[in-house]
């Protein structure tokens, strides 16, 4: 039985996942008092995830796949999934209270199936030796509809000022209604809200069924350490997207 929670951070691309993703970790540390351990998969192909937590990180599983595949076709009788076990340690970079895996660009050309369905087994695995597993999704569905997001207890769907966040959640929504993936509780997020808008997003958000349950304001300071190659997780406790991110947490824990 898998012993902690899985918290997926879905929706537009551009949304904020990412910022969203790394405050997680910071503020489920700081409520649980850092007696934790959390597994934080970087899944979307842009892998900012690293610089967002200030981390440096150079192998991917996407890297892993490309040579196990190279090794396959000289040699028919490998045995991959062996093979990744063994490699997947060297790619893991392990801070004080958290790991970071990070999945890296998305399939080739070829049948990259089997390697797939694998790296999906590995990560089962490994969710099960965390007492949280946060999954930073690329920007698309393909973590759903491709099954790589399986037995979610939470999925924040994250919208902004736009229609196309709407329509993406809305897919997101069908979706997991649809597939065989068990989404135990959906939360919608607004995010990046200029002061004044948050009652248009929440009204705009209702008019299609979605009960937005946070808003976050828009935090200059983002963008700013964004531009100065400064990690999101030193933002100051009392930042806007802090606050509201904090707010989250406690609600989930």
């Known amino acids: 039985m898998r012993k902690g929670k899985i918290i997926a951070v879905a929706g537009k691309g551009g949304t904020g996942k990412t910022a969203i993703s790394a405050l997680l970790i910071r503020e489920i540390l700081k409520l649980a008092g850092q007696d934790i351990c959390i597994l934080a998969i970087d899944a979307d192909a842009d892998s900012n995830l690293p610089d967002a937590l200030g981390i440096a990180c150079d192998k ?39 790991d970071l895996l990070v999945m890296g660009r998305p399939e080739g050309q070829g049948c990259y199936c089997p390697v797939n369905h694998i790296i999906r087994l590995i990560i089962d695995t490994l969710t099960k030796n965390y007492d ?11 973590h759903l509809s491709r099954r790589t997001t399986m037995d979610v207890d939470v999925m924040l769907v994250v919208l902004d000022t736009t229609l196309k966040s709407i329509k993406t959640a809305l897919r997101l929504r069908k979706i997991a209604g649809e597939i065989d993936v068990d989404v135990k509780k959906l939360i919608y997020i607004a995010n990046k809200i200029p002061e004044g808008a948050e009652a248009r997003i929440i009204a705009e958000a209702e008019k299609h069924d979605l009960d937005i349950e946070e808003v976050i304001p828009f935090d200059p300071l983002i963008p700013e350490y964004d531009f100065k190659g400064m990690p999101i997780v030193d933002l100051p406790g009392d930042a806007p997207s802090v606050v509201s991110v904090r707010r989250i947490v406690e609600r989930i824990m």
Request: proline share 0%; aromatic share 8%; glycine share 6%.
């Open 60 to 98: 991917t599983t996407g890297d892993i796949r490309e040579s196990l595949l190279e090794e396959k076709q000289r040699d028919v009788t490998l045995d991959v999934r062996a093979q990744f076990e063994g490699k997947i340690a060297e790619i893991i970079e392990e801070e004080e209270y958290y």
């Open 132 to 142: 949280y597993t946060i999954i930073d999704c690329e920007a698309g569905l393909e």
